[in-house]
């Protein structure tokens, strides 16, 4: 009888456990993971080190050069499918707009019930990008970029702190929510590694400082 009970204690204890665990879940931010996860920060340094130091150089760039936004499945444009990632109860019509939902911007720790409220921000910026290699690119690699949702390139923020970030690395612009820096500076070496981008001095000085604190 004792071993009944006891059993039954544990059995509770674990159902209590998962129940605390599902109510922590539901009420975390979504979209501070809905970012696939960058690389470790061992890793990060290990790619910043690889990386090529280069002056930038914007002759030429036009924002036109890298197409978006494509269709990534069904209806939805890249836009609308990273709004349906990034989201929480995100409903959609028959063209995949949002037409209701809530999203957590990780930049600034804001949450919106508006998609309107919200940019898609480039992680590593297009100018960005074109200065540190992507203007020898096919305009086939420049769309990839631009719509890559497999990487941690993509995600949904509030949208007057992109346009506050601008095409800036991470020398000059930040987000102004430090939990988020590490993750931050993790996707941005993760991406320009995987495309063979460059950084400037300036920029691998400030992404070897953030790394070393993560």
């Known amino acids: 009888m004792r071993k009944f009970y006891a059993r039954r204690r544990t059995s509770i204890l674990a159902a209590l456990t998962g129940l605390i665990a599902s109510v922590a879940l ?9 970012l696939p996860t960058p690389v470790s920060a061992a890793t990060a ?23 978006l936004w494509i269709t990534i499945s069904g209806t939805c444009n890249t836009r609308e499918w990273i709004l349906k990632r990034d989201g929480s109860n995100v409903v959609t019509d028959s063209a995949c707009t949002a ?3 809530s999203w957590y911007s ?10 309107s409220d919200l940019d898609i921000d480039h992680l590593v910026p297009l100018a960005e990008a074109w200065d540190s290699g ?11 970029f631009a719509n890559d949702v497999t990487r941690p390139q993509l995600l949904a923020v509030t949208d007057n702190v992109n346009q506050a970030k601008g095409d ?12 988020y820096r590490c ?4 996707a941005w070496v993760q991406v320009k ?3 063979g981008l460059s950084v400037d001095s300036a920029e691998k000085s400030a992404l070897t400082n953030y790394l070393a604190g993560c």
Do not use: H
């Open 26 to 34: 539901f009420n975390s931010p979504n979209a501070s993971a809905a």
């Open 45 to 67: 340094r290990g790619y910043l080190a690889q990386l090529t130091v280069a002056t930038e150089n914007r002759t030429g760039y036009n924002r036109d050069l890298f197409p």
């Open 99 to 101: 037409t209701s939902g």
């Open 106 to 115: 990780p930049y600034d720790g804001a949450t919106w019930t508006a998609a």
């Open 134 to 144: 992507a203007s020898k690119w096919t305009t086939a690699q420049r769309q990839a």
């Open 168 to 179: 800036q690395d991470p020398a000059t612009w930040m987000p102004s929510r430090t939990a």
């Open 183 to 186: 993750t931050y500076v993790r």
């Open 193 to 195: 590694y995987y495309y």
